[in-house]
């Protein structure tokens, strides 16, 4: 019985990792690019709707209290390439909390 129980745990383990990984990667391929947002801004994404009827742009707290349950939100190009380094560049908030420096 204990065999039988420990069996069936990893293939239930196993099953749900495979779905988790299988909807990881549907939800980054199923939008073209020319219908990801522009950088700093997010997209709601509705399920079973054309490309052309989508909701528009808009910002990104917006988008993630609006969406409704049969949607994704799509986070535009916010990260920063590897290669471009920028000196202007500012620390988040609590990187300044901590590294201020004075006393």
């Keep these: 019985m204990k065999l039988r129980t420990t069996l069936m745990t990893i293939v239930c383990t196993a099953g749900l990792a495979s779905m988790a990984q299988a909807q990881k990667s549907q939800a980054s391929d199923t939008v073209a690019k020319e219908y990801r947002?522009?950088?700093?801004?997010?997209?709601?994404?509705?399920?079973?709707?054309?490309?052309?009827?989508q909701p528009a742009p808009t910002d990104c707290p917006t988008a993630v209290r609006n969406k409704p349950s049969n949607a994704k939100v799509i986070f535009g190009d916010d990260y920063k390439e590897k290669g471009d380094k920028d000196p202007k560049r500012e620390l988040p908030f609590f990187k300044k909390f901590i590294d201020s420096g004075k006393p």
């Design 37 to 53: 947002p522009p950088k700093g801004m997010c997209r709601i994404w509705l399920d079973r709707v054309p490309p052309k009827q």
